[in-house]
């Protein structure tokens, strides 16, 4: 039974923060696996001679889970502000597992058709609502757990976890290539990494079921908790979020998820020295989390996502062009530039990804909080955080011009896209609240 929020001590708050954040390494693994290794089973499941355009239809699957997003939170939100953050989270975990054994086993469109798509998207569908509960939960679980002083540093894990298993799922299918070899790999040794995510969702369990409840009115009753009806009481804040969101997962898919295919196909750097660069850049926007958690706690949620919108709004075009000059093509021609460039897109990201969690989860009362920091987060990354890759790519094969010789001006309006977002960000920024609903009721008692 969960020791209640208010009479664990510091180290259980660290232990049970640690198995939050752990928890949602595992999670994330499992659900960037498959884009990790889209371009070895693409073909398995669509059938498409130009390669972008395969690509694309893997990356609109994975677009798909995240559309999911926005029912799972919806569901495991409601759940976790009736029953609790700790149970709802070991059932997302559960959730995600099935997705991964179902990828894993998948036949391919060679032996069974048009099902081997439908059944891969069905799998990115429950994956999808897997994660849509995590990440809404998990913000929530943070900015419970943590006190005032150290909110932003500890809100910084999610993100430090949700990088490092970016970071591991290119590591793991660097090395599998390595060993196995490229058409091993596209034949069928990419379904192993499957399974291995599916194993470590499963073993995650133990340390999720160690944690305790970060919740203190669970046993108040109350019909209005979890409900959309409450909900609609702080559309305001919903709005909020929703606007944070929107350029904050754009931005940081941009130099996360969507890197590796930039540096590949726009940089043109060669496979092998394009997986180094992403996986170092990730290596850094992790390890810098942390100490920018440490800022937002120094300087408030407010200026870090001034800071974060200003910074973005100036700087994504040139750094992603500077990215494209530095290819084997460009006029800088440098690797180490590149990963340069990317760095400062990371750390750019960081004003928003570090204290990200806090920022929403502290706007709502408790009886709503998962549910109101989940729901519309959960909306806005379907929206404009998955589909990055897509969005970029339909913008390099010429975006709305539908031509090659607008190819590289196309380009361009992929990057202005996220600027334009970037500037609504900073509307939404001025009017975070000075005092947020947690900080009226838990820096009152501790």
């Known amino acids: 039974m969960s020791i209640a929020n208010s009479h664990i001590t510091k180290s259980q708050r660290v232990r049970s923060i640690f198995a939050a954040s752990s928890g949602n390494f595992v999670e994330w693994f499992d659900f960037y696996i498959y884009l990790s290794l889209a371009s070895y089973f693409t073909h398995h499941f669509f059938n498409s001679e130009n390669e972008v355009i395969a690509l694309i239809q893997s990356f609109g699957v994975f677009a798909i889970g995240f ?63 897997s994660v849509g509960g995590e990440g809404g939960l998990v913000a929530t679980y943070i900015s419970e757990m943590s006190t005032k002083g150290n909110r932003g540093f500890f809100s910084s894990f999610q993100y430090v976890t949700l990088i490092a298993a970016q970071f591991v799922a290119l590591g793991c299918v660097w090395l599998a290539v390595s060993y196995f070899g490229v058409e091993k790999m596209r034949e069928d040794a990419w379904r192993y990494l499957f399974i291995l995510a599916g194993i470590l969702a499963l073993g995650s369990l133990f340390l999720r ?82 100490f920018m958690g440490m800022i937002g706690d120094k300087i408030g949620v407010r200026k ?97 011009y539908g031509s090659d010789q607008f190819v590289g001006l196309a380009e361009w309006g992929y990057f202005i896209y996220i600027m334009f977002f970037l500037a609504c960000c900073f509307l939404v920024a001025i009017n975070i609240p000075k005092e947020t609903e947690l900080e009226k009721q838990n820096d009152s008692i501790l």
């Open 67 to 129: 559309f999911m997003r926005p029912i799972g939170s919806l569901i495991f939100g409601s759940l976790a502000d009736k029953v609790g953050r700790q149970k709802t989270m070991i059932y997302a975990i559960v959730l995600m597992s099935l997705g991964n054994f179902m990828i894993a086993f998948i036949p391919s469109q060679e032996k069974i058709g048009l099902w081997a798509a439908f059944l891969l998207t069905l799998a990115r569908m429950i994956q999808g609502v």
């Open 209 to 290: 079921a160690t944690m305790h409840e970060s919740a203190r009115e669970l046993d108040k009753k109350d019909s209005s908790k979890g409900s959309l009806k409450t909900l609609w009481h702080y559309r305001k804040y919903c709005l909020l979020v929703f606007g944070l969101t929107a350029a904050g997962s754009m931005c940081y898919y941009n130099f996360t998820a969507y890197m590796k295919t930039f540096l590949d196909k726009s940089a043109l750097f060669d496979k092998d020295t394009a997986y180094i660069i992403a996986l170092l850049g990730l290596a850094f926007g992790m390890i810098i989390q942390p």
């Open 304 to 400: 870090m996502l001034v800071l974060f919108s200003v910074l973005g709004f100036f700087g994504v075009f040139p750094l992603m062009m500077g990215i494209i000059e530095s290819g084997p093509k460009g006029s800088l021609n440098s690797p180490y530039l590149a990963f340069l460039f990317i760095a400062l897109g990371l750390i750019i990201s960081g004003f928003y990804t570090s204290i990200a969690g806090i920022a929403k989860a502290t706007l709502f009362p408790e009886k709503i909080r998962a549910l109101g920091t989940g729901f519309p987060y959960a909306i806005a990354v379907a929206c404009f955080g998955g589909t990055v890759p897509s969005v970029a790519l339909w913008f390099k094969a010429g975006g709305p």
